[in-house]
């Protein structure tokens, strides 16, 4: 099977690696003893190692690089690349045969341009959906409600609007897709609530390099009472966090927290930081490869993730494996997936006061070691080698079969 991916992902020199980025890159690696060519189109070729024999990497650069890391532009750098990539991509298809177009994220970028090549080429298109911008299971989407959703995560007037114009670009083109395959049981209700066929939809799920993590061994006592790790964006909660480590410090002055990613709110999170007086109670990392992420995880305490927008929670799920008890806000997906999980705290979304109580409650209450133990064993649930699987599996059925036939509960 030849399948063509259409992999667009802001470098990782700029922004933290998501959790789409590492679902992609670890469905690669078990594919690569699969009877499986893939020919991947990447607009920053460093992720995907050269080891994947299987995988061949078409780099593609924006031809537009700014030095500026606000939205506008991330925004700007995305317009130039689907353009160069539209222009460039149809090429790709006259010189090979392909059974099928992948796009491993649901971001406009991955869409118009697999879109554009599903459209002009006939071959079947399969789109990863990891998440939309909605907090509601159980209702449709329209402009006001996704607008309001923007505003109350922070989001000024101008940039509210550009995002919701831009959710709704996306769940149209999420109408063309022979077979979306979602992350979780909330992502697949979403989609299916607001226009796409049920019989279209594909739950796989996510997993964790449980290996990895236990291969990296720290010793000496915790370093970090709190850990963030995750895109520096203010979705993701991070002003949120700054406020109520605040509180934690006005009880616990020594407590110190740990942020590590990058994004494009770093500057103003490090004013805000600063201008709290906090500089010597939060660090912040910065881009760390695997194994440095991995030991910071285990010399902290406790994993805090206060984002509103997920359609999984890798980075949850990473927190468990590396034996860490986890407080986040009590959003679908994170409920969905980790709601079983004794060690993981679901707080209110937005009540700062509450985060913090539970926070503080974790950290004094004597039971890291027993979390710890909870953790790691709920994290051995997630396998990336069965996800790949699935997707292999859906994926093939989706190109011998009509889309409506490939049916399966997972």
Not at 3 to 23: D, K, Q
Not at 152 to 181: H, S, W, Y
Not at 209 to 236: H, M, N, P, Q, T
Request: hydrophobic fraction near 45%; proline fraction near 5%.
């Amino acid at each position: 099977m030849r399948i063509l991916s259409v992999f667009f992902h802001p470098s990782s020199n700029f922004t933290a690696v998501g959790g789409a980025e590492r679902r992609f890159v670890e469905v690669l690696k078990a594919w690569n003893t699969e009877d499986v060519r893939v020919i991947v189109v990447d607009s920053d070729p460093k992720l995907i190692s050269k080891k994947l024999v299987k995988c061949r990497v078409v780099g593609m650069p924006s031809p537009l690089r700014f030095p500026g890391k606000g939205l506008l532009h991330i925004y700007l750098e995305w317009v130039s690349w689907i353009i160069k990539a539209c222009l460039l991509c149809p090429k790709l298809m006259r010189h090979q045969e392909y059974d099928v177009i992948l796009a491993p994220n649901n971001t406009l970028p991955n869409l118009i341009v697999a879109s554009l090549l599903h459209v002009v080429s006939g071959v079947p298109l399969c789109v990863t959906v990891h998440h939309m911008d909605f907090s509601h299971v159980d209702k449709s989407a329209n402009f006001s409600s996704v607008y309001r959703e923007y505003r109350e995560a922070g989001f000024n007037l101008p940039v509210a609007f550009i995002k919701t114009t831009a959710f709704f670009m996306i769940l149209t083109l999420l109408r063309q897709p022979d077979l979306c395959i979602a992350v979780s049981r909330y992502t697949a209700a979403f989609l299916s609530n607001n226009g796409i066929a049920p019989c279209r939809i594909l739950v796989s799920g996510n997993g964790v390099d449980v290996d990895l993590i236990e291969s990296i061994v720290v010793s000496g006592r915790k370093v970090y009472d709190g850990v963030f790790v995750g895109r520096i964006a203010r979705e993701k909660g991070i002003f949120d966090l700054v406020a109520l480590w605040k509180k934690i410090v006005s009880h616990r002055p020594e407590s110190k927290l740990v942020v590590i990613g990058s994004g494009p709110d770093v500057s103003e999170l490090r004013d805000v930081i600063e201008a709290l007086g906090m500089g010597s109670q939060v660090m912040l990392k910065g881009y760390c490869d695997d194994r440095t992420l991995y030991g910071l995880m285990k010399t902290s305490k406790a994993f805090l993730f206060p984002s509103v927008f997920e359609g999984w929670g890798l980075a949850v799920g990473e927190a468990l494996a590396c034996g860490l008890p986890v407080v986040c806000y009590d959003i679908p997906a994170l409920r969905e997936v980790f709601g079983q999980c004794p060690s993981v705290f679901f707080v209110p979304v937005g009540n700062a006061r509450r985060f913090a109580e539970t926070v503080e409650k974790i950290l004094e209450d004597g039971r890291l070691a027993e979390y710890e133990t909870v953790s790691k064993k709920y994290a051995e649930r997630f396998s990336w080698k069965k996800v790949a699987a699935r997707d292999l599996e859906v994926i093939r059925k989706m190109i011998h079969l009509d889309a409506c036939t490939t049916q399966k509960s997972f």
